[in-house]
């Protein structure tokens, strides 16, 4: 073969190619024109790229793709008559970003999405130029409050690229984030702490107090050591207070507080004060089927037996109710187990008499 036949060999090397629909190639930009971008791939004419495929909404063609700088692009259209493919920059983009989200999934992270648009049942999210769709289920904050153009917080619900079916949460980031800071505070807890928390939930049975991320529940019994009817006697949503913990169950991720504990114990005053045989004045608090309980001393109750009422009634010709101060006598009283029964009638056999 002569010199010429190499160099002609050679010359036809370099037209050797065989491109496809579907293809990855790298490509220089080399121009602009009315139809867009001008890239060569090394093929017998320039490949171009349309505008509709450099970017979604892209202002600046020239900005996107510089000229002289080599990118990857994807032919969506072999040798048309003129000789030229077609080349999609956007899809590109697009396949790394859906890589992205599937690395972003995989590690359950937050990611920032921008919206794009506010529709019935939802909000149009877009990530790295890939759009998704976050269920109004799966907000925080209420549809009206959010703005195009905004910025929101999400986590990847479901993803597939083929089908391009992309799902958000905005609630799922708030939800592990609860899930983490209770942890976190589960980890810090133990009976015996002094805590600061915030009133979020009151019920018949006691109060429900925002810790920081996690709620404890105070109990009626712990709200004071005086008889309370219902937690709002003395708590608003809203109050800030401080409360000691009693109880912690790691297993099912339980507090108990108490309120009370915070208070001196009225009972060892009361020992001091109080012994057998004593009058008391008291104040009725509660009655029941079985008698009547009777503040004798602040935070301190006693129980008036239902026969020693009918009595304490018969004798001052009334019907006992509940706020009626009584003159009683102290029968037992058992600091110990906190109990001390009355009656109505000075007991025989005691100091008092």
Known sequence: MTSKELDFEELLKQYDYKFQKGDLVKGIVCGYDGQGVMVDIGAKTIAVVPEREVADNVENIEKKLEKGVEYEFLIIREED?????????????????????????????????????????????????????????????????????????????????QQSNFILSNKKVYEDSAIEARKNVFSQIEPGQ?????????????????????DGLLPLSQLS???????????????????????????????????????????????????????????????????????????????????????????????????????TYILKFNPADKRIALTADKPSNTEAE
């Open 81 to 161: 008559e003129d000789g030229k493919f077609l080349l999609s920059r956007k899809k590109v983009d697009q396949a790394y970003a859906w890589q992205e989200l599937e690395k972003a999934k995989a590690a359950d992270e937050t990611i920032l999405g921008t919206i794009a648009g506010i529709v019935k049942g939802g909000i149009l999210v877009e990530i790295s130029g890939v759009r998704g769709f976050v269920p109004s289920s799966q907000l925080k904050v209420k549809e009206t409050e959010l703005e195009v153009g905004g910025k929101i917080e999400l986590k990847i619900l479901t993803l597939d690229a």
């Open 194 to 214: 002094i805590v600061k928390g915030d009133v979020v939930r009151i019920t018949d049975f006691g109060a429900f107090i925002d810790l920081g991320g996690i």
């Open 225 to 327: 050591w005086r008889w309370i009817d219902h937690p709002t006697d003395i708590l608003n949503v809203g109050d800030k207070i401080d409360v000691e913990v009693i109880a912690v169950d790691h297993d099912k991720q339980r507090v108990s507080l108490s309120l009370k504990n915070l208070e001196p114990d009225p009972w060892i005053e009361a020992e001091k004060q109080i012994k057998e045989g004593d009058e008391v004045e008291g104040t009725i608090t509660r009655i029941k089927h079985f008698g009547a309980f009777v503040e004798v001393f602040p935070g301190v109750e006693a129980l008036l037996p239902h026969s020693e009422v009918t009595e304490l009634q018969n004798k001052n010709d009334c019907i006992l109710k509940v706020g009626d101060k009584i003159q």
